[in-house]
């Protein structure tokens, strides 16, 4: 097992690999993206974790950079380049694709993002 040194780690990109984001290339994706990282020599700037399911599955393919708290959808391996040069080495977000943004200490819901379901709570025992 690796254990990583993150103390130059600027962002840490969560993918989502679960079922809906996996029918929707979700592998690729994730593929895309560390590629990408690579290429552009950005290791030790930016961390990845393939996650299962966010949640967001009507967004799928979810990815979610922190630790601003943006979270991205229907994001395709094309779109690797962009998130990572234009987004995460460059500071400027890709808005055409934002499902939420956490911002004045709550999610904001973009334009085109699902609405969602809220979730019931368990029962206590």
Same mark, same amino acid.
């Given at each position: 097992?690796?254990?990583?040194?993150?103390?130059?780690?600027?962002?840490?990109?969560?993918?989502?690999?679960?079922?809906?984001?996996?029918?929707?290339?979700?592998?690729?994706?994730?593929?895309?993206?560390?590629?990408?990282?690579?290429?552009?020599?950005?290791?030790?700037?930016?961390?990845?974790?393939?996650?299962?399911?966010? !949640?967001?599955?009507? #967004?799928?393919?979810?990815?979610?950079? $922190?630790?601003? /708290?943006?979270?991205? @959808?229907?994001?395709?391996? =094309?779109?690797?380049?962009?998130?990572?040069?234009?987004?995460?080495?460059? !500071?400027?977000?890709? #808005?055409?694709?934002?499902?939420?943004? $956490?911002?004045? /200490?709550?999610?904001? @819901?973009?334009?085109?993002? =699902?609405?969602?379901?809220?979730?019931?709570?368990?029962?206590?025992?």
């Amino acid at each position: 097992m690796s254990t990583w040194d993150l103390t130059k780690t600027k962002h840490h990109v969560f993918i989502c690999n679960g079922g809906s984001c996996s029918k929707m290339g979700g592998e690729e994706v994730t593929l895309a993206i560390r590629q990408e990282i690579q290429r552009q020599q950005a290791d030790d700037l930016i961390h990845t974790t393939r996650t299962r399911c966010n !949640g967001r599955c009507e #967004d799928a393919c979810v990815v979610i950079v $922190y630790p601003e /708290g943006t979270w991205y @959808r229907n994001l395709q391996p =094309a779109d690797a380049a962009a998130l990572v040069g234009q987004h995460l080495l460059a !500071g400027k977000p890709l #808005d055409h694709l934002l499902s939420h943004r $956490y911002a004045d /200490g709550s999610f904001l @819901r973009m334009e085109g993002a =699902a609405k969602g379901t809220f979730k019931r709570s368990i029962p206590s025992q």
